[in-house]
């Protein structure tokens, strides 16, 4: 019999998680028996596991695929699905509080339903859960064994007692929250992406220790619902990894949700005491004592490496995780890995992406590299922030001078009407070219936008094709549109413009 605690990520244990937990790890799943050599036995029932795994079937290939948890990986569990729930229930909220100024209004008293919010989370995220089901992957034709894999030869797996023989092998077991070792944290209860989404009372006061995209979505959302949040980062200002414009934008909007900011900060100290949790922290000379009643960690990601047993495989790791070549393939030449385990971009998009590289050089010895792929990403505060390729420092780095094009979203109409006008648009381009090098976007849409300049980039589309195509007016996408336009611009220098008044005369 299932034991609830055992997934302490799916709690609590009502009907929509006992529907979760029905699909991704039923409690009277039955393993199979194996039956002789698989082409591809994959370790990992999250995204890149169930592409690499699905792939494989559908090609006519024998698959077997192990996961010790829950299948969906942290898409579906702990990360995608359910915090772009919380952040939509959070964005209404903000979107009620400031009503006022379309001219609507709203009664007193209106307010947050915490508990209603998070069991609409576990609903949706169950309804969706049917996707990464056993049954449904089992119904593709595959073996699906749920139990802990351990390698014991360089073409065997064993699980649940049992040995698979393998040709090929994908690890996609994926990372976790990382943990600091902060002075007093040990002591406390502390909530991270896997145990957050298992709130059912709201936090009066929320201490969020990481200024990074989980801690900045989370620090925003909660605060919209109410709560009083202290975000502490040990860098400068928030999302360090970001353009710094960016992130300036992003922070002044949440500063404006309630959010307050302990940036540069120093020598952090987690205390228990009767009245919470007491953060104490020293913040650009400033000595602080916050108190708080929940504390959410989200530093970072460190992989899934434990209990593998990659010695017995010949499969090489370090801190940073599994280690491959640009073909995805370990240093055991029958194992590849794909996702979050050995690729730097953590993101469930390139989990799918470095999937469909494995199955290209495993199956068919493909010589595909990751390191062709162009990578967006998007961070969802309110407004967004997405980017996609190199920034200027990188290609310069590279020796290759840049342009920067700047549209403002206050000269979108669309964005102006909405009342989402304080972000940008950058789009950087080889110098004197329309060649794309990247893009960074900050709007409430930019996520979805970011899309149309990475479709431009993989196929090799300049700013001048970009300019040549219709966009609909109004969207926010027309700041894409004007960024072709005023590359355009570029290409009128005062020599064109003299030749082309001369031309125009002589044709009046």
């Known amino acids: 019999m299932l034991n609830p605690s055992e997934f302490p990520q799916a709690q609590p244990y009502d009907e929509h998680n006992q529907r979760l937990i029905g699909n991704v790890h039923p409690s009277d799943w039955v393993n199979p028996e194996p039956d002789g050599r698989y082409n591809?036995?994959?370790?990992?029932?999250?995204?890149?596991?169930?592409?690499?795994?699905?792939?494989?079937?559908?090609?006519?290939?024998?698959?077997?695929?192990?996961?010790?948890?829950?299948?969906?990986?942290?898409?579906?569990?702990?990360?995608?699905?359910?915090?772009?729930?919380?952040?939509?229930?959070?964005?209404?909220?903000?979107?009620?509080?400031?009503?006022?100024?379309?001219?609507?209004?709203?009664?007193?008293?209106?307010?947050?339903?915490?508990?209603?919010?998070m069991e609409r989370l576990r609903r949706l995220r169950a309804d969706i859960s049917k996707h990464d089901s056993a049954r449904r992957f089992s119904g593709l034709g595959m073996d699906v064994f749920l139990g802990s894999a351990k390698l014991v030869s360089p073409d065997t797996v064993e699980v649940d007692g049992k040995a698979l023989k393998f040709a090929r092998a994908c690890i996609a077991t994926g990372s976790r929250a990382l943990e600091l070792p902060?002075?007093?944290?040990?002591?406390?209860?502390?909530?991270?992406?896997?145990?957050?989404?298992?709130?059912?009372?709201?936090?009066?006061?929320?201490?969020?220790?990481?200024?990074?995209?989980?801690?900045?979505?989370?620090?925003?959302s909660f605060a919209r619902f109410g709560s009083q949040v202290i975000l502490i980062e040990a860098m400068h200002g928030i999302m360090p990894n970001d353009e710094p414009r960016a992130a300036e934008v992003v922070k002044k909007v949440m500063e404006a949700d309630g959010v307050q900011l302990r940036c540069c900060g120093k020598n952090l100290e987690v205390r228990k005491q009767a009245d919470g949790i007491h953060l104490v922290v020293d913040s650009h000379g400033t000595h602080y004592d916050e108190v708080v009643d929940r504390l959410l960690l989200a530093v970072g990601r460190t992989p899934n490496v434990e209990g593998l047993n990659l010695e017995a495989a010949g499969v090489a790791y370090d801190k940073k995780g599994i280690q491959v070549n640009e073909r995805l393939q370990t240093t055991n030449r029958r194992i590849y890995a794909a996702g979050d385990i050995c690729f730097p971009y953590k993101f469930t998009h390139t989990a799918d992406a470095t999937a469909r590289i494995v199955i290209q050089n495993a199956l068919f010895f493909g010589r595909t590299k990751s390191s062709a792929l162009t990578v967006p990403w998007c961070t969802y505060t309110d407004p967004e922030v997405a980017h996609v390729g190199l920034y200027p420092r990188e290609a310069e780095e590279k020796g290759i001078a840049v342009d920067t094009i700047t549209i403002e979203m206050n000269t979108v109409d669309r964005a102006i009407l909405e009342g989402d006008d304080d972000g940008f648009l950058d789009v950087y381009v080889k110098k004197s070219t329309?060649?794309?090098?990247?893009?960074?976007?900050?709007?409430?849409?930019?996520?979805?936008?970011?899309?149309?300049?990475?479709?431009?980039?993989?196929?090799?589309?300049?700013?001048?094709t970009i300019a040549r195509a219709i966009h609909p007016y109004p969207t926010q996408a027309e700041a894409i549109k004007k960024a072709g336009d005023a590359y355009n611009r570029t290409r009128l220098t005062p020599r064109v413009q003299k030749i082309f008044n001369t031309l125009l005369k002589w044709r009046r």
């Open 182 to 220: 902060i002075p007093g944290l040990n002591d406390v209860d502390v909530l991270t992406n896997e145990t957050v989404f298992s709130l059912t009372e709201l936090p009066q006061r929320l201490g969020v220790v990481g200024a990074g995209p989980i801690g900045c979505e989370l620090a925003q």
């Open 434 to 464: 329309d060649e794309i090098l990247g893009a960074t976007m900050v709007c409430r849409h930019a996520g979805d936008m970011i899309s149309e300049i990475t479709v431009a980039m993989a196929a090799g589309a300049g700013l001048g």
């Open 40 to 117: 591809m036995v994959v370790i990992g029932a999250g995204t890149a596991g169930l592409i690499t795994a699905a792939g494989t079937a559908g090609l006519g290939g024998k698959v077997a695929l192990i996961e010790r948890g829950l299948m969906g990986g942290d898409c579906l569990n702990v990360g995608c699905v359910p915090s772009k729930a919380l952040i939509r229930a959070a964005r209404a909220a903000a979107d009620v509080r400031t009503a006022g100024q379309f001219g609507v209004q709203v009664p007193d008293g209106v307010s947050v339903d915490f508990a209603a919010i």
